[in-house]
């Protein structure tokens, strides 16, 4: 018998055990925040949650308004959970709120509790709460405690246009609406940091990852199209001065390869035969003056009318030999030999045997393939980057990992107005004419930028209007700041104010911290 009351009397002291709640305490400036749950350990389903607010000096805070807000993450196969409770009253200044912890398991619910007196916040604590796990767990407190986070209105996260003096629901989603903050008064005032709090276990369901803020020697690459095109300071035309009829043709065919001095074709021209003959004329004339002494003033009319006729003759086309093969002859040649006049490929004829053509005609187009031009578009905000005599280089699709150096040799003057691109021209050496005109080839120019303070893309919230970071501050805090950024260098940005290098940055995950900055009220405070 007294065996079996000994039994019972253990087995209710245990029991009291249990169901005695465990106080967690936070202290925020001049105020003390208690919570403590019963059932401890938590059950599934109704708790109660009761919080004592009090001064530093043990007085009693019996008129502000407690709001209970709770939440678990979604999880596999788990919508996520939130929702809140205003706490009531019961006197000495202890609030009491029932709160249904619908979802067990080794999962914490995120508790925050905010305590505000005359649309002042006078402290916002943060907890854990795990169904089947005895006690309160501190996650972090916020506030000044001395009556400066005074809420300015309450709005949706969802529906920023809804603002409403007093707290409540949503008219249009009936979500929870969350205060937004007056900031202070004073310029000389610091201004808070705009935190987000995420436990740890909630950061390793949605993935964060980090990446550290660091110099780097960093260049631009930009990347496009080129049309490959013939140096057209390597273009000549072969016409000629005066009218004929082609009588033979010593280059027949288009993409013939000639040397300069190399003969073309050979002409009949009834103007060339006369002036010939007039040359010989003149050059006789001058022999017999040059062996009579008393006609000296003849003779140097006669010197300076040879001088024309063969200047003429030099003019017209035909070279110092041609003419010295005349004087030798001692008569005119009827058919004149054109010759190149520089090496190339032919890249035009018009040049037929009978043919009759005009002074001015263009019979051949002969162009230097040694050197090409390569013609290239880059967009309006690329233009900073690229300087005259950079390096470039070009790669054709059927030849990947062959590379042609080139250099930029003209930035054109003009924007396209249908693309709002600018044009440029390359030059590139071409000894084995692998690149041929009208071809396409993917374009490269590297520019070196120097060390640069970077941040990952990433990492990176860009709004249209501003750039935003999350930096990691230790404990589950991740500071929302403004960034100004410069230049995108391939997989970083280019940090001009901001961060500081060893900084840690959020590079993954980002989105849904943003999220919760959302629910938190962050972003309503910038």
Known sequence: MLKRFAILLITALILTGCGKSQKA???????????TVAPDPPAVGLNTFKVKVKKADGKPITDATVHIHYSMPAMAGMPAMADEAEAKHIGNGLYEAQIDLSAGG????DVKVEVVEAQNVLAVTRWQVTPGTKGVKVASAEGSGTGKGEVDYYTCTMHPSVKQKEP????????????????????????????????????????????????????????????????????????????????????????????KGQPLFEIYSPELVATQQEYLQTLSSQFKLSASNNHKRTEAIENNLLKSVKERLLLWGLTESQIKEIEQLGRPQLNTKIYSPFSGYVIDKQALEGRFVKA????????????IWVHAEIYEYELPF??????????????????????????????????????????FPNPDL????????????????????TVVETAVLDTGVRQLVFVDRGNGHFELREIKLGTKVDQFYVVLNGLKEGEVVVKSGNFLIDAEAHVQGVLQTM
């Open 434 to 453: 692998k690149l041929k005109p009208d071809m396409y080839a993917n374009v490269e120019i590297e520019i070196a930028l120097g060390k640069q303070l």
């Open 360 to 371: 001015g005609t263009d019979l051949y187009t002969i162009a230097d393939l040694s050197t």
């Open 168 to 259: 409540g629901k949503c008219p249009i989603c009936a979500m929870d609406l969350v205060p937004v903050y007056k900031e202070g008064k004073t310029t000389e005032e610091k201004k808070p940091l705009r935190l987000v709090n995420i436990p740890l276990y909630q950061q390793q369901l949605i993935g964060v990852q980090r990446d550290t803020v660091k110099f780097r020697n960093v260049s631009k690459i930009v990347r496009t199209v080129g049309h490959v095109d013939f140096d057209e300071t390597k273009v000549a035309t072969v016409s000629l001065k005066f009218s004929g009829w082609i009588e033979k043709l010593y280059v027949d065919y288009t993409g013939q390869f000639v040397k």
């Open 386 to 427: 690229i300087k005259v005599g950079q390096e470039a280089s070009i790669w054709l699709s059927y030849e990947p990992g062959v590379k042609y150096k080139g250099w930029v040799d003209y930035i054109y003057p003009t924007l396209q107005k249908s693309t709002r691109t600018a044009k440029i021209r390359l030059v």
């Open 106 to 109: 080794k999962f914490p619910w």
């Open 25 to 35: 305490i936070q202290k925020i400036g001049d105020y003390e925040i208690t919570l």
